[in-house]
């Protein structure tokens, strides 16, 4: 099955669906320090970047007409900063707003499915009535927008269209959920609105994952069983003060069924401390200490023993100083380049191309890879069913 990826950054998304077992048939993203990054990943030969055909450029100058191949699926993220809680928030008057876009290529390649990812802020109430407006618009992607009509006007003509029951011609069936990377072995809690839409002619019915972790799992194991700390071998004297947790521990009746939620010890403990152990630290790529973490109200870092975190990008995220470590005895630091990929499940053996600063953008814009595998591997196998 064919692929087509927009708006690919350093390529979460992107990974999963090539490791699900779509081919695709283009990657495009107009900032040229992703696609730089994707580029050493291919030059290194690391799967699946050897096979994509990158595009570097505006998507807006895209012709997806020249693309001969039947499309299945067609993905990306459409640049958030519109709708992010660290952004200015002008969504449809922002144009940095890509949605109308990713519109546009379900309306031209009408592909199968679809699957986009954005910031959890796109479900504002500020936000309730555009966000109505891009579910129509990929419901019904063929009712585009007349000449100088306003957005406005345009949902209002969606709605009719809506409600009239009876459709011709290409629309989707659509769900749209909140999902915690956290509560699907990320250790991160990173949420985040996905949309899924199936061509209304597949006949598809879907709908999202389960959990496969919990926190209620992690406090189990923290303070019941004690098998976290046993794991990770932390005396009782070194172990966090965590009241909350510790009485919630005490009032779950059974332990629970799913997994525990991932820590930031959990993801990490392997590799050396960069501030206080460099030369162990020079090993590994991408794993240098970056000076000037400082703690101050509302960014105090990711305590060791949770899930991390949302890592940020943009001036929010890191010299805000959100994405950091925060030690149990209370100092704290700037994650390093390499844990913060695997904060996001990105492989040890990916590459990441520019500066601290510029690559820690990338790794906040990026969906965690582990996250959207487990989505995309359903939609693959629901399309596979269908086929």
Known sequence: MNAVELFVGAGGLGMAVSQAG???????????????????????????????????GDVRQIEFSNIRE?????????????????????????????????????????????VFENVKGLTRASFANYLE??????????????????????????????????????????????LNAANYGVPQKRERVLIVGFRADTGIEWHFPNHTHSQDALLWSQW?????????????????????GQARARKL???????????????????????LQPLLAK???????QPGARSYEGHTGSPLDEPAKTLKAGVHGVPGGENMLRRADG?????????????????DEMLFHGSWSETMRQLGNAVPTKLAHVVVNKVHDSLRGNA
């Open 253 to 275: 009746a059974e332990q629970p069924q799913e997994s525990p939620w991932l820590t930031v010890r959990d993801a990490i403990s392997d590799l050396p401390d960069p501030e």
């Open 283 to 289: 090993a590994y790529h991408d794993h240098r200490f």
């Open 331 to 347: 100092s704290v630091r700037y994650f390093t380049v390499r844990e913060s990929a695997r904060l996001q499940t990105f492989p």
């Open 70 to 114: 039947t499309i299945d699926l067609v993905t990306g993220g459409p640049p958030c900063q519109p709708f992010s809680m660290g952004g200015l928030h002008r969504a449809y008057l922002d144009e940095r707003d890509m949605f109308p876009q990713a519109i546009r290529a379900v309306r031209e390649l009408r592909p199968r499915a679809f």
């Open 224 to 244: 019941r069983t004690e098998e976290y700390w046993d794991r990770h071998k932390v005396a009782k004297r070194q172990r966090p003060k965590d009241a909350k």
């Open 133 to 178: 407006y891009i579910r129509l618009q990929l419901r019904h992607p063929e009712l585009g927008a007349k000449s100088k009509e306003t957005w406005h006007d345009h949902l209002i003509r969606l709605e009719d269209h809506e409600t009239k029951g009876r459709y011709r011609g290409l629309h989707y069936n659509i769900v749209m959920r909140v």
């Open 22 to 56: 779509f081919r695709p048939q283009l990657v495009v993203d107009w900032d040229r320090w992703a696609c730089d990054t994707i580029r050493e990943n291919r030059k290194a030969g690391l799967a699946p970047f050897t096979s994509w055909p990158l595009v570097e």
